[in-house]
């Protein structure tokens, strides 16, 4: 199953004749599956502290991703490189980390819509008008008075 498409039943095939041994070779090396090095993928004991670790880098930077959400930082690029971390052990990570990227150069695309685009412009400028007429009204009805030079009541 080719997960960067939706067609099923894809097979890569040779262009040359051959019988495709070394395209085979180059699109299992970048298939789904472990990065690991092979020396640690030969012994098991090995190979599974290797993923724990993995694991645990992985979720210590998402985590740090969440926590970055609500305070200052570029909190959803590290939840995304955490997941790249994920991605370089566990298949359902590099699955979704897949999903994402597609799914983002997809709303890029819309975005690049010449409709798309003006409704948008269209939106934000009646949003800022509103936002003006408000603070008009509230400055009209209040007046403007610096915070330093309130008067105690």
Partial sequence: MNTGSDKPGEVAMAVDGTDGGEAERE???????SRAPEFVKA?????????VGVFIL???????????????GPGWVVIFG???????????????????KRKVTEAAQRA????VRRRNIILTS???????ALMAVYLWKFGFEMPWKIKDQ
């Fill in 82 to 100: 955490g997941m790249a971390i994920w991605a370089t052990e566990f298949v359902w990570a590099q699955l979704v980390l897949r999903w994402t």
């Fill in 58 to 72: 992985g979720l210590a930077v998402v985590v740090a991703g969440v926590i970055m959400l609500p305070l200052p």
């Fill in 112 to 115: 690049l819509d010449p409709k």
């Fill in 27 to 33: 699109q299992a090396a970048q298939g789904l599956g």
């Fill in 126 to 132: 009646i949003g800022l008008v509103i936002i003006g």
């Fill in 43 to 51: 012994r098991r004991m090995l190979h599974l502290s290797w993923q």
